[in-house]
């Protein structure tokens, strides 16, 4: 039973379960920048470069035999993933840059000034250093 314990101590840390849920969000914020890409920004593109759709460039390799689909090398899709890429980095850049200045301005905040000591802390002072000084003679 200890087994089970451990793994459930394990599962229940505050740092796995960040992970996990971030995780998750980044699977669904993958989805959203492949969708921007594909459905957004590569017709865009492909408009641009005279109506072709970027996805399906290809250079084909060898010569086509029947009944065999002749290898190519998919330059268009690769474009494509290229770009999701570069979105997705420059939007985890944004984040991390947002998270480093909110936590440098918490970190730039001055500390409050400490309290004056209360009259007990003024009076147990005093009867110390008293002590102290029957204690030397």
Not at 29 to 53: E, H, Q, R, W, Y
Not at 54 to 61: A, D, G, M
Not at 68 to 87: C, H, P, T, W
Request: hydrophobic share 50%; charged share 25%.
């Amino acid at each position: 039973m200890s087994f089970f314990k451990e793994f459930k101590t394990f599962v229940m840390r505050g740092n796995l379960i960040d992970m996990a849920v971030g995780v998750i969000i980044g699977g669904a914020f993958g989805k959203i920048v492949t969708s921007l890409v594909n459905d957004i920004m590569m017709p865009i593109l492909g408009i641009a470069l005279g109506n072709i759709d970027i996805t399906s460039l290809e250079y084909k390799l060898g010569e086509p035999v029947e009944g065999v689909e002749q290898a190519s090398i998919r330059y268009g899709a690769f474009l494509q993933d290229i770009i999701n890429f570069l979105i997705i980095a420059f939007c985890i850049f944004v984040f991390i840059k947002l998270i480093n200045n909110l936590t440098k301005k918490k970190e730039e905040e001055p500390a409050p000034a400490p309290l004056a000591p209360s009259k007990e802390e003024v009076l147990l002072t005093e009867i110390r250093d008293a002590l102290n000084k029957l204690a030397d003679k």
